[in-house]
């Protein structure tokens, strides 16, 4: 077996299960031992934020000395970015590796506890931690909270809950108080949580109820203490509770997820639980990049990649570009799966004044909406257009951009920035815009 067959395996499995809940994971990890057991670990979930907070997390513990795991996902170029240790990517023999073991015990294993895609890589994960001796692995959860694999960790240094909002309803419920609901479900007995400081009142209410149920220390960022010294596209400086701070991440949003990153460091130093101060936390945070968050991959012509799939995700990329961009027309290029809401997604963006065009463009996925149905739905609040091709739709826009001095960014789907980055290097390397 090969890497691409294993990845094929992998991605036959499927993204959800008839019988969602923690029983199949557990089942299989205990039939490995429960190597997640085998390490600290520190919990994080979120519908936005988690993926910029695990990095920043990982980057401080490994700047400390421990030998740390980092679980993500989606990946943007490379399925081996899900899993790394230190900022190394699994090798793509070690795919194969285990892969190839787990499958073997599957072989034996009842059909009822077969595992979903996630399912699998997770083991998978848990498994080359273990195996690389890891110190700590930093957890994000893929799907909600209560019921998703990485919950199976019993009592994590600390839980992590990003910024809440509506995303996956047809799984996690239809209001955000039941997303965070099912969000809180990572938080353990005598475990503290540390809770984005920005979400709404009902949002933080369940948090600070939940941890006060579950015995657990309750923390949240103080936004009085922050004082924004300097924000430009390439990130930011500022200072908070009297300590500076380098960000290369852009947006007032990613500044409060660092801000939680802070505050989670600063528990697990002063309890003893890590070893550390003030100057691991700064490094860690100051040497965080992490693709697809308001991205530049272009100064001149301005182009900017954004993952942003949700609303509150869209809703933070519109002020960026308002007050990092202020002086700019911008040429939006869209392309999201269909299950994400395009309609209130593009409504919440599309009708800026900033906007000078809007193209819609094909996503490469199974669940991909079209560009002619994006496109009518932005024709409502913008002047819109689709394009069948991402590369002829990039090389337009970045010409027209050229030439008139507009920025692009493009934005919907983190699927998308794969594809995004191959047009723009095709199109560097035969200067055709």
Do not use: W
């Not at 599957?106 to 083991?123: A, G, H, I, K, R």
């Not at 909002?165 to 419920?173: A, C, K, Q, S, W």
């Not at 930011?236 to 409060?256: R, V």
């Not at 027309?329 to 269909?338: D, N, Q, R, S, T």
């Amino acid at each position: 077996m090969n890497y691409e067959n294993c990845l094929d395996y992998i991605n036959s499995l499927g993204m959800y299960s008839k019988k969602p809940g923690l029983e199949k994971i557990e089942y299989l990890c205990g039939m490995f031992d429960n190597p997640q057991e085998s390490y600290a670990s520190i919990h994080i979930a979120g519908t936005n934020g988690k993926g910029s907070a695990t990095a920043m997390l990982a980057n401080i513990t490994a700047e400390l000395n421990y030998k740390t795991g980092r679980f993500i996902s989606p990946y943007i170029h490379e399925f081996t970015e899900r899993v790394s240790i230190n900022n190394i990517d699994i090798p793509r023999e070690d795919i194969v590796l285990y892969t190839s073991r787990i499958m073997r015990l599957l072989e034996t294993v009842p059909e009822d506890y077969m595992p979903n895609s996630f399912q699998f890589v997770t083991l998978l994960a848990f498994l080359y931690y273990r195996d690389k001796n890891c110190d700590i692995a930093v957890l994000e959860t893929g799907l909600g909270g209560r019921i998703d694999p990485t919950n199976i960790v019993k009592a994590p240094l600390v839980s992590v809950i990003m910024q809440i909002g509506l995303d996956h309803m047809n799984v996690l419920g239809g209001t955000i108080e039941q997303i965070a609901r099912e969000k809180c479900g990572i938080i353990k007995e005598n475990c503290a949580l540390v809770l984005y400081p920005l979400n709404l009142p009902s949002v933080i209410e369940i948090a600070r109820d939940t941890a006060r149920k579950k015995h657990c220390e309750f923390i949240m960022p103080d936004i009085k203490e922050l004082k924004v010294l300097d924000e430009n596209i390439a990130g930011a400086q500022f200072e908070y509770k009297g300590k500076n701070y380098s960000l290369k991440l852009a947006g007032k949003h990613q500044i409060y997820n660092a801000l939680t990153v802070i505050e989670t460091a600063d528990y697990l130093c002063a309890s003893g639980k890590i070893r550390g101060g003030y100057h691991a936390v700064y490094t860690g945070i100051e040497k965080t990049c992490f693709p697809a968050r308001f991205e530049v991959l272009s100064q001149e012509p301005p182009l900017i990649f954004d993952g942003a799939h949700n609303i509150p995700a869209v809703c933070a990329l519109r002020e960026n570009i308002k007050s990092l961009m202020p002086d700019k027309k911008i040429i939006l290029l869209c392309g999201m799966m269909k299950d994400k809401d395009p309609e209130s997604i593009i409504k919440n963006i599309a009708g800026e004044d900033f906007v000078q065009r809007f193209i819609t463009v094909p996503v490469n996925h199974a669940r991909a909406a079209s560009p002619q149905d994006l496109r009518d739905i932005a024709a409502r609040h913008a002047n819109a257009e689709s394009s069948r091709s991402l590369g002829d739709a990039l090389r337009q826009a970045l010409s027209e951009a050229e030439r008139d001095n507009l920025a692009v960014v493009c934005f919907g789907s983190l699927y998308l920035a794969g594809e995004v980055k191959r047009a723009y290097e095709g199109l560097k390397t035969t200067s055709s815009f």
